[in-house]
């Protein structure tokens, strides 16, 4: 669903400004420092529900002001999206998609964007944790079930982690056990489709490349354990994990690498 329009306020360096877009390709032109880039994130804010340049939404606010607005026109021959995000430097922040008070999830996969950028390379040249980010951040905007699951599983991590540091017993582990094992084989279950899909796509577009003599190749860590396997690999790991103080079993230790 393209944009059709978007305005903001106190957005970065914008005190105040309106844009509306042409239909197919646009290009944004100006000196260096006048906020080409601030647009785009505006409208990456408006479609993920966070910014692509900071994790700390309140940095967006204009110094001298207290609070930002971005509202957006999202148009398609059929439908048509009026969102708005704002927050205060209290970080309260509102959302609504046509009037309707909603959260960030029910932005995910509405108008679906992907970023272009110097700061992408670490998707190929990072850490697996860059590549596992930006996979998550894919399948989550094409896959509301996905979304929910992987939400869901880093919930009940973050409940296991924080025991761990705690370093009390073992014991303690075995409900989140259950959770995580429930969500993270959801969660495997998807991906691996997913991987598949996007292995196919990237195949045929790395062969349309020149004279089809480079081949672009991901390697993935398709797991196919039940949840019954995966509660053995957990309670099997506690030693190690209290140890650590970090879970080492589940979908957040995925490894992914590309191939030239």
Same mark, same amino acid.
């Given at each position: 669903? #393209? ?28 000196? @260096? ?38 509202? =957006? ?44 950028? #110097?700061?992408? $390379? ?5 850490? #697996?944790? @860059? ?25 009940? /991590?973050?409940?296991? @982690? *924080? ?17 995580? *094992? ?24 790395? *062969? ?6 480079? *081949?672009?190749? /991901? ?9 019954? $396997? ?8 506690? $030693? ?5 103080? $970090?879970?080492?079993? =589940? #979908?957040?230790?995925?490894?992914? @690498?590309?191939?030239?």
């Amino acid at each position: 669903m #393209p944009v059709h329009s978007i305005q903001m306020v106190s957005f970065r360096n914008h005190e105040k400004l309106e844009m509306e877009f042409s239909a197919g390709i646009n290009v944004i032109w100006g000196e @260096n420092g006048s906020g080409k880039t601030v647009v785009l994130e505006a409208i990456h804010l408006l479609s993920i529900g966070k910014s692509f340049r900071t994790n700390r939404t309140s940095e967006i606010i204009k110094h001298e002001n207290d609070t930002f607005r971005v509202e =957006g026109v999202f148009l398609s021959k059929t439908k048509k999206n009026s969102i708005l995000f704002s927050q205060g430097k209290d970080r309260r922040r509102k959302i609504k998609i046509n009037g309707s008070d909603v959260g960030i999830k029910d932005l995910i996969g509405k108008t679906p964007v992907i970023i272009l950028s #110097p700061e992408e $390379q670490r998707i190929t040249k990072g850490s #697996p944790g @860059n590549r596992r980010k930006y996979f998550d951040k894919l399948y989550s905007t094409t896959s509301g079930s996905y979304f929910e699951n992987l939400s869901m599983y880093f919930r009940a /991590l973050k409940h296991r @982690n *924080a025991l761990l540091k705690e370093k009390k017993n073992g014991s303690r582990l075995d409900p989140w056990d259950e959770t995580l *094992a429930e969500f993270g084989t959801k969660v495997w279950r998807e991906r691996k489709e997913k991987n598949k899909d996007f292995i196919d796509c990237l195949s045929t577009v790395s *062969a349309s490349y020149g004279d089809g003599s480079i *081949a672009v190749s /991901l390697k993935t860590e398709d797991r196919g354990f039940n949840k019954n $396997q995966m509660l053995t690999m957990l309670r099997g790991a506690h $030693q190690k994990d209290l140890i650590i103080k $970090q879970t080492s079993v =589940g #979908p957040h230790r995925d490894k992914t @690498n590309f191939f030239i």
